[in-house]
């Protein structure tokens, strides 16, 4: 049996290495870094997918560095923006389907609440509206897509707030950390598993959907939870996003609802605490208990 020929964009990031890792046992997956495929480079894209042939394509490429983007807004919005349309056009002439990777931060994080996806778009940085715009050119390109909007990422083979954490705790006793920006953190591994349900599911195409972990915390909590899993003694303590002055504003209140994906997939989403014990005690950093 010929197995679907997959393309994943943005190899050697952290999503896509979870990816590769859940899709290569029941997928042909073909993964392309930034050198091998420039997803900004249009004429390129074109040979590329017309060579490779694939029946999905998912872009796990992007410009996530978001106080950067406030001062690259042009390469933002290119990488973000403007080359997602140039995958849902080679996705359109090959006939693929494409699963895209957005964002929370396309909200202005004021509501009362999760948002859903019918809610109104308000980006309040450049990161979240070079991924509007992301989604705005592939629905306008291609009808065989799917967006997934997901947040605060953490997960091997990239940069993510745990190891942060981690790191700082080694070099400081005490840590500040904003307590009034709460979200959902949501382990790569999670992420891909799902993604991996909808690649077998040709059939559910032109919807956006919301992907976390399940509980909603702020930075501050997370903090805390990463530091006593792991054992370690620095104290950390809550201030608001006043006392750190970034380029970007971030969103406030970035809760994702989950209902229509759970509805969906009926995928038992686990909760963040559950997935970053796993993730601790998977790459050697739990703390563990003595007699254990």
Known sequence: MTRTQVVITGAGGMLATALEAVLRPDF????????????TDRDAVSESLQSLRPELIINAAAFTAV???ESE??????????AVGYLAQAAQDTGARIIHISTDYIFDGEKDGPYAEEDTPYPISVYGRSKLLGEQELARFSGAYLILRTQWLFGENGNNFVDTILKLAQENSTLKVVDDQYGSPTYTKDLASVIRWFAHHPEIRGKVFHYSNEGIVSWFGFAREILKLAGMQA???PVDSSAFVRPARRPHNSGLDKTAVRQVTKVDIRPWYDALYEYLDTNGKLRKRSGS
């Open 28 to 39: 042909s997956v073909t993964a392309l870094t930034e050198q091998q495929l420039d997803i």
């Open 67 to 69: 106080d950067r983007c």
């Open 73 to 82: 807004e042009e390469t933002a919005m290119l990488v973000n923006g403007t």
């Open 235 to 237: 104290t950390v303590v």
